[in-house]
């Protein structure tokens, strides 16, 4: 069953690009079978200065074995300590199960093409970036 990740990073301004490196870097522990199962990963930044990042998986199950990684354990740790204020994270199932749910909207492919993210919101996210396949 697909499921949803909403994660909300408050970033110290002076330690921003650190955790946008922290973040890049994790593209590096993602296995064939993670990347596969990673459908979406949307970064945004609000008006307070949280990092959002919107994560879909096709597979609760993979998305596990990254998370149980000792790559993913550190990199969460370094991320933690550039920012202000704890992680706020939300695990959702997707509505019909499926993931078709969000064909009903999908991104704008033109002005968000893959492996590009408007640069002037997060500048430094390269591949980390891939927001659909």
Same mark, same amino acid.
């Given at each position: 069953?697909?499921?949803?990740?909403?994660?909300?990073?408050?970033?110290r301004p002076e330690r921003r690009e650190e955790f946008l490196r922290t973040v890049s870097g994790l593209k590096?522990? #993602?296995?064939? $079978?993670?990347?596969e199962?990673?459908?979406v990963l949307l970064p945004t930044m609000s008006s307070d200065?949280?990092?959002i990042f919107l994560e879909m998986w096709?597979?609760?199950e993979v998305m596990n074995k990254l998370r149980a990684s000792e790559a993913f354990?550190?990199?969460i740790r370094a991320m933690s300590a550039c920012c202000s204020r704890p #992680?706020?994270? $939300?695990?959702?199932n997707t509505v019909d199960g499926s993931g078709d749910f969000f064909s009903l909207s999908p991104i704008d492919k033109e002005r968000y093409p893959p492996g590009k993210a408007d640069?002037?919101?997060y500048p430094d996210l390269g591949a980390m970036t891939a927001l659909y396949r």
């Amino acid at each position: 069953m697909p499921i949803v990740i909403i994660a909300r990073w408050y970033p110290r301004p002076e330690r921003r690009e650190e955790f946008l490196r922290t973040v890049s870097g994790l593209k590096d522990a #993602l296995t064939p $079978e993670m990347a596969e199962s990673f459908a979406v990963l949307l970064p945004t930044m609000s008006s307070d200065g949280a990092v959002i990042f919107l994560e879909m998986w096709k597979s609760e199950e993979v998305m596990n074995k990254l998370r149980a990684s000792e790559a993913f354990h550190q990199a969460i740790r370094a991320m933690s300590a550039c920012c202000s204020r704890p #992680l706020e994270i $939300e695990h959702l199932n997707t509505v019909d199960g499926s993931g078709d749910f969000f064909s009903l909207s999908p991104i704008d492919k033109e002005r968000y093409p893959p492996g590009k993210a408007d640069p002037k919101f997060y500048p430094d996210l390269g591949a980390m970036t891939a927001l659909y396949r």
